[in-house]
């Protein structure tokens, strides 16, 4: 997990935009239903605030406050992390949150949702509009694809071109790919030039899809140099551009991928030994390769410390890009939005499996998922996932959750009294101890990840 100032700085800017309308969207509608809040918070303020400000004749006070765990707008006269039923024993007020119809407590209460979810669609639909949309078409990738050990054994080959499943045909290389391999009876792929079928374990999922340690499938790149850096192993050795790696120490190698799993092999090894000197005879490679004018010689040269050879392969990927007007951006953003949103709650059933529980992530993670140098492109796609995954998460039926009052809410629409508000008091604690225990594991995973 690779984390710098860069990914903190946007996980930061990203965050605390995505609360700031959260809370704007309750308290938008909580002013529309003449609800009067009293404070309006990025981050937690307790017992002291970084920043703080009330406007002249305002009844809200605005500030931000020093723990960074998402934020807060304190409505009044309800029951929330910031208000108990000690703090509403007094006559109902006409200006508070309890003195208003059920229906218009409820639209406070999923305003910000609703909010982060046409926020995520928005900013999808502007990034499509200033970058378009590129993509990897699976069909057409004609060397085909590499496959793990766990693939093969189900009968992948490398060089296979992926054509469909039993029920959707394969169009882009990413998750959904993925997702629709795993959820399939059969996968249908082209090997030379001839359609065969490929059944898929049914007890097989997406979270097993890695746990050799290799990428399930992966594009299969020529083992041919582009380029060579000056000064090099590469260099020395006298590789040049165009030249083809046939073996490496004995190992036939077909592809790029092949070659760097040679490599990484080597330094594993390294990885055991402690002297240096006893690293060196791992450093030294004997090199078969093709040359771009013709013939074949033998080499041999010492990688650098860190087992780099010092080249660049030729990288045949096939790209897919399409342009959108402004008016045409939008179905295109409201579309990939809505199957980003789907993809993320298919993935939700193996966060009840034991290595689910495991691949939870805290802030570290969040962080790693932001590229290391600034990008604005990503850092919208980013955002706009993050809004999606705030928007569902926070309406999800728990206790000091959106959700959580939703619930209670549909409960009081439905058999008309409401749920005291001791019993709000103590299912708000709940929630905030459930809540706080999954952020914990969450970020002890992330601990566990940078260091082990």
Known sequence: MEINLINILQL???????????????????????????????????????FKW??????????????????????????????????????????????????????????????????????????????????????????????????????FRDGDILLRTNEVGFDRYGADMLRAIADANTVTVLRNGEEVT??????????????????????????????????????????????????????????????????????AKSDSITLPENILPLRNVELVVARAHGGQDTLTTVLTPDFKLGFAPKIEINYTHVSYTFWESFPAGITYGLNVLKGYVDDLKYVFTKEGANSLGGFGTIASIFPTTWDWHRFWEMTAFLSIILAFMNILPIPALDGGHVLFLLYEIIARRKPSDKFME????????LLFALMIWANFNDVIRFWF
């Open 198 to 267: 490929v059944n898929i374990p049914e007890e097989f999922g997406l979270l097993d899809m890695n746990k050799d340690g290799q990428l399930f499938v992966n594009f299969l790149q020529p083992a041919v140099i582009d380029s060579v850096l000056p000064d090099t192993p590469a260099s020395l050795a006298g590789l040049q551009k165009g030249d083809r790696f046939l073996s490496i120490n004995g190992r036939t190698i077909n592809s790029y991928n092949e070659f760097t799993e040679c490599i990484n092999a080597l330094r």
């Open 54 to 155: 009330k406007p002249k004749n305002s009844e809200t006070e605005y500030g931000i406050g020093w723990l960074p765990l998402g934020g807060y707008v304190q409505i009044a006269g309800m029951v929330d992390e910031t208000q108990n039923s000690e703090d509403l024993n007094h006559p109902v007020e006409p200006w508070e949150f309890r003195a208003k119809p059920a229906w218009q407590r409820l639209l406070i209460m999923i305003g910000g949702v609703v909010v982060n979810f046409v926020a995520a669609l928005f900013i999808y639909s502007m990034v499509m509009y200033a970058w378009g949309d590129s993509y990897i078409s699976v069909p057409d990738q004609k060397n085909g694809m590499i496959f793990s050990q766990q693939a093969k054994q189900m009968g």
């Open 12 to 50: 930061i800017m990203a965050l605390a935009f995505l609360v700031v309308i959260h809370e704007g969207g309750h308290f938008l509608f909580a002013k529309l239903f003449k609800v009067r809040v009293t404070k309006f918070y990025l981050f937690f303020d307790p017992w002291f605030s970084l």
């Open 426 to 433: 103590r299912a708000q604690i709940t929630g905030m101890i």
